[in-house]
């Protein structure tokens, strides 16, 4: 499943404020990726006609399970690679800019080896 890394970040970007806020609205999303109220508004309707998240009538958004996967799995490498920069000596705000970016474009088997490599203590 090959999604816009746009789309990628809106999803995680959901996950990270329900976890946080409990209910997550449009607005919620306005704030903290500092876009623009129409560009999230096109975003969210993407995202609804493509099956990743559903919007009630009060606007509240829920993650449908393929968009929770995605958002899971980009939460996870975020984590684990601003985590691992920061190890490293990076500074955190760095890290987590460039763990942003980072989520984004490396592979499946680079992270994989990455997580076996850091929970052997490595």
Not at 50 to 56: A, K, L, T, V
Not at 83 to 94: A, H, T
Request: glycine residues 6%; proline residues 3%; contains cysteine.
């Amino acid at each position: 499943m090959k999604i816009q890394e746009s789309a990628e970040n809106y999803l995680e970007s959901i996950l990270m404020l329900k976890k946080s806020k409990g209910m997550v609205r449009s607005i919620d999303i306005v704030n903290v990726l500092e876009f623009s109220k129409p560009s999230v508004s096109v975003a969210m309707k993407n995202l609804r006609e493509n099956g990743y998240i559903e919007m009630d009538s009060d606007g509240y958004i829920t993650l449908l399970p393929p968009g929770q996967q995605i958002a899971e799995k980009m939460y996870e490498r975020h984590t684990m690679i601003s985590d691992w920069l920061k190890s490293l000596g990076v500074d955190p705000k760095v890290a987590v800019q460039d763990a942003c970016r980072m989520e984004h474009v490396i592979s499946e088997e680079t992270f994989e080896a990455m997580k076996k490599h850091m929970k052997s203590g490595g």
